[in-house]
């Protein structure tokens, strides 16, 4: 079975999983917001690891290393990585999770800025070729303010849970 879903935060993705799983249905892959389930009667526990600063043979190590408290590696996409256990389980302490949140911010701050900057530049061009494209402008700021909002919520959702 496949469902489209979307997510901005990974704690409410793994929410998700877990929901489905509760449901008899078991995590298999995703693609652009497609996951996909298999129907089975088992029950597992489903997390994801932000995997952004490790090469492939530290990965490889992780995985091994979790693979003995008999967690398995389901599928990696991009920064993500997606593991099952029978047994409830945690990858991050308090700290981990806390410098996770704090990178993320810093990502979708960052990201809003350059699309802000970019609506400037794309301004200052329209300018120089004599024309103003409001629309160009308009809507960069407009994605460069969400990607502001949602650092801000995700940051304020770290705070309130604590």
């Given amino acids: 079975m496949k469902q489209y879903q979307r997510f901005i935060f990974y704690e409410d993705e793994e929410a998700y999983l877990n929901r ?14 497609y996951y996909e389930f298999e129907k089975k ?32 590696f389901v599928v990696r996409k991009g920064i993500w990585a997606f593991f099952k256990s029978d ?3 945690h990858l991050y302490n308090a700290s981990q999770q806390k410098e996770i949140r704090k990178h993320l911010v810093s990502s979708y701050k960052k ?21 103003s494209l409001y629309v160009g402008v308009i809507l960069f ?9 949602l650092a801000s919520k995700y940051e304020n959702k770290g ?4």
């Fill in 159 to 162: 705070r309130i849970q604590k």
């Fill in 141 to 149: 700021s407009v994605i460069g303010l969400r990607f502001i909002y």
């Fill in 20 to 33: 489905m799983s509760l449901k008899g249905y078991q995590f298999k892959d995703v693609e652009d917001g």
């Fill in 111 to 131: 990201t809003g800025y350059g699309f802000l900057l970019g609506a400037i530049a794309f301004e200052l061009v329209s300018l120089v070729a004599g024309r």
């Fill in 87 to 89: 047994h409830p389980f």
């Fill in 41 to 72: 009667a088992e029950r597992n526990y489903y997390r994801m690891a932000y995997i952004y600063n490790l090469d492939e043979e530290q990965f490889e190590r992780w995985k091994q290393s979790l693979e003995k408290d008999c967690v398995e």
